[in-house]
């Protein structure tokens, strides 16, 4: 029995000997495990941007107040000389989002270029300016005027073909750039300028007037959109998404502080707080044409893609449809997250309600 009893007791001590092991071994798997974890990958998007035009203040913003690296994405600004310099580096990836420009996107995709709309900047935003303080209210007030324009400026082919669609004429007279359209209203060479970005404001302080503002004849129209790469948005979508949540907050911080916004877009730009203010908020004596928008606007991107094709923009007879180069599902999930999160939840539904509206 004692000869059985000490047999008993080494068999006790091994398996709890046994157990003890595969309990430490169990917890050092477990340490080793949350050690060996390698971080989540933080991806880096190029994005081209032109001078330190704020009409992508969203973006900027989010650069600025650090919200792309709370989100988890690198955002590397990337300078581009023009739009379709710009179209052309994320096309060859060498970018992978340029958040300016509806006409370049257009035009290259009409053209069999693979890259994608994904997101806006801003709506609207185009103005024209007269030396006479007159008010354009309705589009018999253009008929025989020449109207000076360049060919980058969304608004004149908006109101292009408006007028086309009346059967009212115009002449359009393109130059190279705004100040060349403002000299020219100035000297009496053209009845009309078109410009966009807030020059309005400019022109005004040089002793010119905005007559009108585009929207006031086609409401919501696109102007700048956020167009990235097929490789980005096939291979970076997460970092996508990211981007688009710290740029939805910035939206945010755009409608709830104005203090911050202006200060941060002075800052960034050279400019002085009461011109930012204007073009971004409007002021007592400019209505600001700008809209903040964010949403893909997919109808109104189509639409405006139909009507350049009908002024002669581009191939009318284009194989390609841009409904195909549209990816909606990007900003789309970036609201779904904020609406998760909780933070301004009211402000992303708001959103996402008017995305189902402008997409669906």
Known sequence: MHIGG????????????????????????????????EPEEVVTLKVGMIGKDIKTACV???KELGYFEDAGVNVEFEKVNSLPDGLTAVSMDKLDILPYGVIPSCSFISQGTDVVVFGGTISEGSEGV????????????FAGKKIACFRMETGHMVLKGLLREAGIKAEFIYMDSQQSIVEAVNKGETDIGMVNSGFGYVAEQSGLHVAF?????????????????RTAVTDKRDALVKFEMAALRAYVTYLNDKETTIKTLAKYSGQEESYVEAIMYGSDDYDNAMIVSLD????????FYDVMKENGDIDKDTEYDINDYIDTSIYEDALKNLIKEGKDKDIYEKLLTEFEANNK
Do not use: H
């Open 6 to 37: 000490r047999t008993m007791k080494k068999k006790l001590l091994a398996i709890t000997l046994c157990l003890a092991m595969i309990l430490a071994a169990t917890a050092l798997t477990s340490c080793g495990s949350e050690e060996e974890k």
């Open 60 to 62: 900027i913003m989010a």
């Open 130 to 141: 007269t030396k006479a303080g007159v008010k354009y209210t309705d589009l018999a007030d």
């Open 213 to 229: 503002q585009v929207g006031d004849f086609e409401s919501d129209f696109p102007c700048c959109r956020q167009t990235a790469s």
């Open 296 to 303: 893909p606007n997919k109808k109104k991107v189509s639409d």
